[in-house]
């Protein structure tokens, strides 16, 4: 990456960019949100395409010089529909939360009951939380996990059988399992609402055909494009034919204006890259590798939610160690480690305290981490939680994270920011 004209006109902004490529590159980055992008998603990102503002779908543009845009936008969704066995798909979002509110903005009314799964035991924001503002527009109700962690389908039916919504949705932010997609569907199905899947968080093991899709079962399928899919920061939504117009008007101009081509562009090749097999041996073994951490750190005495991980994150349930989310991300990040705290299912603390950490393998896993490594990232983070506040073991375990991530490139040598 070149950025010798910002270092000319402003050397203090490049220099917070060179912070943050140092940053990155000491860093064992586990926040499970985050990926690590190829470098032809950063070339696509910053194309020539940022200059273009275009408004509506191919042959229906409000803005003349659209002729090489249509073509992009067509092509990504032939990659698109192809990768992911999708009859229809819309890729104009700016990321997964507007990829949501498409939807909503295509079948709902002010009012329109929702349900979706609790926030506190794996849901989205923008799934009903009282904190994002769209609750304000909509009724929701919530289902969520039983003791075992998992979902509790039977309480789910229950719910949608008595409370009647026009959409259920599915998908979660931290939510570690499987998830019955044909059963949920169904059972949207049998009380007459919608169905959705918020796949952003699996969106490449999806791709990558390392787990289930959701689809074959759903109305509308909605994803970010960052996550285990590693590209641009951006969204898209997939949906069944017959609500193709309905999704495309939610989109624009329902609940968007200009498009962004240059993040366009980064999705298309990405939907190239994610048909690979190296994307797919990628994904198979980000979930080796969350299977691998996670029976690591139950050896080390952490309860993990659910008892493990079928995909790539896990949520760590820290009340046994008598330290909580907040201090654990803090000292983790001073020892060199990224984390974020979480909250676990019937968690007693505060949503900016918690009770957990939510761990992700999808970026270093890219970097090239595997099972001997995160052995002793294991014990790494067994030393921080024994002792959060000794800055000599902070300082220590920091090192340690430094030189092995040495081993582990963010990137090829040849790139650089000079």
């Not at 039977?154 to 998830?179: F, Q």
């Not at 790539?312 to 330290?323: F, Q, S």
Request: hydrophobic share 40%; charged share 25%.
């Amino acid at each position: 990456m070149h950025i010798e004209e910002t270092r000319r006109t402003d050397p203090e902004l490049a220099a917070l960019v060179d912070e943050e490529l140092a940053r990155q590159e000491a860093c064992i980055e586990m926040i499970a949100s985050e990926s690590i992008v190829p470098i032809p998603v950063m070339e696509m990102s910053g194309s020539i395409f940022t200059n273009k503002t275009l408004e509506g779908l191919p042959g229906a543009r409000y803005q003349a010089g659209a002729e090489i845009a249509d073509k992009l936008e067509r092509l990504a969704w032939e990659r698109a529909k192809a990768l992911f066995g999708a009859e229809h798909v819309n890729i104009q979002s700016y990321s997964g939360s507007s990829a949501n509110h498409s939807v909503f903005a295509a079948i709902l009314e002010p009012g329109d009951k929702i349900l979706s799964m609790r926030l506190d035991q794996g849901g989205h924001l923008t799934h009903g939380s009282p904190a994002n503002w769209l609750s304000k527009f909509y009724h929701h109700v919530f289902y969520g996990v039983g003791e075992d962690g998992r979902i509790d389908y039977d309480a789910l039916e229950k719910i949608a059988r008595e409370e009647k919504p026009k959409l259920i949705i599915c998908g979660a932010s931290s939510y570690p399992r499987l998830i019955d997609y044909e059963r949920i569907a169904k059972i949207a199905a049998d009380c007459g609402a919608y169905s959705m899947c918020d796949m952003a968080h699996v969106a490449g093991l999806v791709a990558a055909k390392v787990i289930p899709s959701p689809i074959p079962y759903f109305d509308f399928v909605s994803s970010s494009t960052t996550k285990t899919f590693c590209s641009g920061r951006a969204g898209m939504v997939f949906c069944k034919e017959k609500y193709a117009k309905l999704l495309d008007r939610g989109t624009f101009p329902g609940s968007l204006g200009s498009i962004h081509l240059q993040t366009m562009a980064a999705k298309c090749w990405s939907f190239k890259y994610a048909a690979s097999q190296e994307f797919h041996d990628l994904m198979v073994q980000v979930v080796k590798n969350a299977q691998f951490l996670a029976a690591e750190l139950q050896k080390h005495g952490f309860d993990i939610v659910s008892g493990g991980t079928d995909n790539h994150l896990m949520v760590v349930d820290l009340r046994n160690k008598g330290v909580t989310g907040r201090q654990m991300q803090d000292a983790l990040d001073k020892a060199g480690i990224s984390v974020n705290k979480q909250v676990v299912p019937f968690d007693e603390a505060k949503p900016h305290i918690t009770s957990g950490i939510r761990i992700g393998l999808t970026a270093v896993t890219e970097r090239g981490i595997r099972e001997p490594e995160l052995v002793k990232i294991a014990d790494m983070i067994s030393r921080v939680t024994d002792a959060p506040e000794d800055e000599a073991v902070l300082a220590q375990v920091k090192k340690e994270a430094e030189e092995l991530m040495k081993n582990f490139p963010l990137y090829p040598a040849s790139f650089t920011c000079h």
